[in-house]
């Protein structure tokens, strides 16, 4: 089997990410010089990303890759440290060697027995409705790419810390846009002020922050409020708990989980530079 631009592919996969309006090709191939003379891994994953029928400006990318079978075929162990992102021509020509990205492990991974994750990318500039860009993450095997590159520096990441706000322990992720503070207990926001300083949510541990006040922060999850035995999230609340799965620089990850099995909840937070994403997984 060969892919498009006539390298073996190993493995192919396609993904649509209908939430950030692009469609994603994950191909896997060896050795190609034509296009990996300039880098030093031997190995690369092809990454085409194709816009939607919006224009974008500087979007970071999801691109899931599991590297496992591919590895099961050469000697060594994935080398997480040996991760480059490239962008490249059509015609697989580099022509940006330094794409700023991270590596969310998947849960459970393992270097020799589950090496999958979720590579996070900017792809920068203006990409045009309809636009196909090309990019590629090299890798390498344990041991085998001691001078490999390390990640770019990202100008203005995201960053996550802990502290408290309104007599909760919490976690403020700071992007570009935004500061928003997540309560850790109650596995949502309690306050999320933007660039120019406004406040758009706003729990208060007050008289007022109700179900049906006017500072309840989001979301406000409710199965059955009414019944002790059941749980739901809402800033304020303190029955849930929360992990932090990935902290940047180009995306932070929160999951929070609560409930009895009967009534469980599961929910992953997702904060971009210009955007958050909440999925119930759950």
Same mark, same amino acid.
């Given at each position: 089997?060969?892919?498009?631009?006539?390298?073996?592919?190993?493995?192919?996969?396609?993904?649509?990410?209908?939430? +950030?309006?692009?469609?994603?090709?994950?191909?896997?191939?060896?050795?190609?010089?034509?296009?990996?003379?300039?880098?030093?891994?031997?190995?690369?994953?092809?990454?085409?990303?194709?816009?939607?029928?919006?224009?974008?400006?500087?979007?970071?990318?999801?691109?899931?890759?599991?590297?496992?079978?591919?590895?099961?075929?050469?000697?060594?162990?994935?080398?997480?440290?040996?991760?480059?992102?490239?962008?490249?021509?059509?015609?697989?020509?580099?022509?940006?060697?330094?794409?700023?990205?991270?590596?969310?492990?998947?849960?459970?991974?393992?270097?020799?027995?589950?090496?999958?994750?979720?590579?996070?990318?900017?792809?920068?500039? +203006?990409? +045009?409705?309809?636009?196909?860009?090309?990019?590629?993450?090299?890798?390498?095997?344990?041991?085998?790419?001691?001078?490999?590159?390390?990640?770019?520096?990202?100008?203005?990441?995201?960053?996550?810390?802990?502290?408290?706000?309104?007599?909760?322990?919490?976690?403020?992720?700071?992007?570009?846009?935004?500061?928003?503070?997540?309560?850790?207990?109650?596995?949502?926001?309690?306050?999320?002020?933007?660039?120019?300083?406004?406040?758009?949510?706003?729990?208060?541990?007050?008289?007022?922050?109700?179900?049906?006040?006017?500072?309840?922060?989001?979301?406000?999850?409710?199965?059955?409020?009414?019944?002790?035995?059941?749980?739901?999230?809402?800033?304020?609340?303190?029955?849930?708990?929360?992990?932090?799965?990935?902290?940047?620089?180009?995306?932070?990850?929160?999951?929070?989980?609560?409930?009895?099995?009967?009534?469980?909840?599961?929910?992953?937070?997702?904060?971009?530079?210009?955007?958050?994403?909440?999925?119930?997984?759950?």
């Amino acid at each position: 089997m060969m892919n498009k631009r006539g390298f073996p592919a190993v493995s192919a996969r396609v993904v649509a990410l209908l939430a +950030t309006a692009f469609c994603l090709t994950v191909a896997l191939f060896g050795t190609a010089p034509a296009r990996a003379q300039a880098l030093l891994q031997q190995y690369q994953v092809d990454i085409d990303v194709q816009a939607g029928s919006a224009d974008r400006q500087d979007r970071v990318i999801d691109a899931p890759v599991d590297l496992t079978a591919f590895l099961a075929g050469v000697p060594g162990d994935l080398d997480p440290t040996s991760l480059q992102v490239v962008e490249t021509d059509s015609g697989g020509t580099i022509t940006d060697f330094a794409v700023p990205f991270q590596f969310d492990p998947a849960d459970g991974f393992d270097p020799a027995t589950n090496a999958a994750g979720t590579v996070v990318f900017l792809m920068d500039g +203006t990409t +045009t409705a309809g636009q196909t860009r090309y990019f590629q993450l090299a890798f390498d095997v344990a041991g085998a790419c001691p001078d490999c590159p390390a990640p770019p520096i990202v100008s203005n990441p995201d960053s996550v810390d802990s502290h408290t706000y309104q007599n909760q322990d919490t976690f403020e992720i700071d992007t570009p846009r935004a500061t928003s503070l997540y309560h850790r207990q109650g596995g949502g926001l309690a306050c999320l002020i933007d660039g120019d300083a406004l406040d758009w949510i706003s729990f208060r541990d007050g008289p007022g922050s109700g179900a049906a006040g006017e500072f309840r922060g989001i979301p406000n999850l409710v199965f059955d409020a009414g019944v002790a035995s059941k749980r739901f999230f809402h800033p304020g609340f303190t029955n849930a708990t929360t992990r932090l799965v990935s902290s940047g620089p180009l995306k932070v990850t929160l999951r929070s989980e609560a409930g009895t099995p009967d009534n469980f909840w599961d929910v992953r937070w997702e904060f971009y530079p210009d955007h958050a994403r909440l999925t119930i997984l759950s």
